[in-house]
């Protein structure tokens, strides 16, 4: 039983094909560059990659493409369009409506489009990958998947700004974030490492890449999570700036006499890691850079430490009890020394890091903290969308249950 995931960002488009006995990827891919010059897809099956390069000017365009390719005559790995039992989608903003996976109709979509407003730089991706699909394969189920879903537990303290309450009920102004799969995925993970079931366990979850947010989880829901009403809120990220005075944003505003527009560039895409070194947004260049004696990638790496480490403190405290805290993605996955810096001088706090471990965390099933810390910290990568995948089906599944049921 074949799943094909989508993930489409402004000018990419990310897909995987599973074979769900066993969860298998048979095929995976990265379109890059849609509606620039050069886009390029590198497409991965059967230890094989194939690269094509075409200009793309649509999302539409570069789905064509990906149907096309998975469904070559000689190297394909889909048949034809019933082949494919489902398509999930990834989708960030769901608002208050959508708190699960959701099977797509016309309604459904109306409703995505509606939530557009509340996330401009990602739902008309989101929905362009959805409408072309059903257009390319219109006999194929679709269901969507929201990146918000994860956090509609939290509570109104967590969720509500102290602004007139008012913005709230008028437009939904709230903290929603962001990352929910991710930070689903690895903390089912953590429950399965640990032997437990999740709604047993307190955890502090950080998805640490490009984008970065963490989230606070007592007994399996997310009671706290940094993102907020957009994802520009909460840690330092590679161009996004996370928590800031909003006064400052006004400030520059009028000084540098910026536009909306110019103000939420500079924050979004110009700020973080970027912003602050002058060099990069990757932490792999400003490592690299700081082991060489470039102060400002040095300082741009402990600013951002210390923002994680802040949160964790916070969310100790939030959670009162907690069983372990997990690191995720680009760099919580594959940085020691990041870690290593976010942990320091942590130990009276209970998490008792174990630099051997943390140096090579695949030796003791990613956990790297000391036998006796009574805080576990685990390194996980994350999968998210096989969990899109996984999601997908059911929500398939439970549809044609209940429509046979209703016959
Ligand atoms: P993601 O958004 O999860 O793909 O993470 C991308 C980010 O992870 C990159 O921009 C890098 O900053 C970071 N990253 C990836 N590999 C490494 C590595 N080996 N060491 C440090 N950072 C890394």
């Known amino acids: 039983m074949k ?5 489409c960002g402004s000018s990419s488009i990310k897909y995987e094909l599973f074979a769900m006995e066993g969860e298998k990827v048979l095929a995976r891919g990265f379109l890059e560059k849609i509606g620039e010059e050069g886009s390029l897809l590198s497409h991965h099956s059967q230890g094989e990659v194939l690269r094509i390069k075409r200009d793309i000017p649509s999302h539409e365009d570069g789905l064509e493409l990906v149907v096309q390719v998975l469904m070559d005559k000689e190297k394909g790995v889909v048949k034809d369009a019933s082949d494919v039992f489902a398509v999930g989608h990834r989708v960030v903003q769901g608002g208050e409506k959508f708190i699960e996976p959701t099977l797509i109709d016309d309604e459904v979509i109306e409703a995505i489009r509606q939530y557009q407003g509340l996330a401009p730089l990602h739902n008309p991706f989101n929905l362009a990958g959805i409408m072309a699909m059903r257009r390319l394969l219109p006999e194929v189920p679709q269901v969507a998947v929201f990146d918000t879903a994860f956090h509609h537990t939290m509570p109104e303290a967590a969720y509500l700004y102290a602004i007139p309450m008012k913005y709230y009920r008028k437009y939904g102004l709230k ?6 799969t991710s930070h689903r995925y690895v903390a089912e993970k953590a429950a399965e490492i640990s032997n437990l079931p999740l709604s047993e366990l307190n955890l502090i979850t950080c998805h640490l890449g490009n984008g970065c947010s963490m989230t606070a989880i007592r007994q399996g829901k997310v009671v706290d999570t940094s ?3 957009t994802p520009l809120e909460g840690l330092i990220m590679g161009t996004r700036c996370g928590d800031i005075d909003a006064a400052a944003a006004i400030f520059l505003a009028e000084k540098e006499k910026l536009s909306f527009q110019e103000i939420g560039n500079l924050l979004n895409k110009e700020s973080g890691l970027l912003g602050l070194s002058g060099l990069s ?10 082991r060489e004696g470039n102060s400002k990638a040095a300082l741009a ?24 805290i997990i690191f995720t993605a680009g760099i919580g996955k594959n940085s020691p020394s990041m870690r290593s810096a976010i942990l320091k001088g942590i130990s009276p706090l209970g998490i008792s890091l174990d630099e051997a471990r943390n140096q090579n965390p695949e030796k003791t099933q990613g956990i790297i903290t000391t036998e006796d810390s009574p805080i576990k910290v685990l390194v996980i990568r994350t999968h998210e969308e096989a969990l899109i995948a996984r999601d997908t089906l059911q929500v398939v599944k439970k549809s044609l249950f209940d429509s046979g049921r209703a016959k």
Do not use: P, Q
Request: charged share 25%; aromatic share 14%; proline share 0%.
């Open 3 to 7: 799943i094909l995931v989508i993930n």
């Open 227 to 229: 993102m907020g009403f």
């Open 301 to 324: 790496l402990e600013v951002f430490a210390y923002r994680v480490r802040k949160y964790i403190g916070a969310y100790l405290a939030v959670l009162g009890r907690v069983d372990a």
């Open 175 to 180: 903290r929603y974030g962001f990352h929910g």
């Open 281 to 290: 947004n990757d932490v792999r260049v400003l490592e690299k850079a700081a």
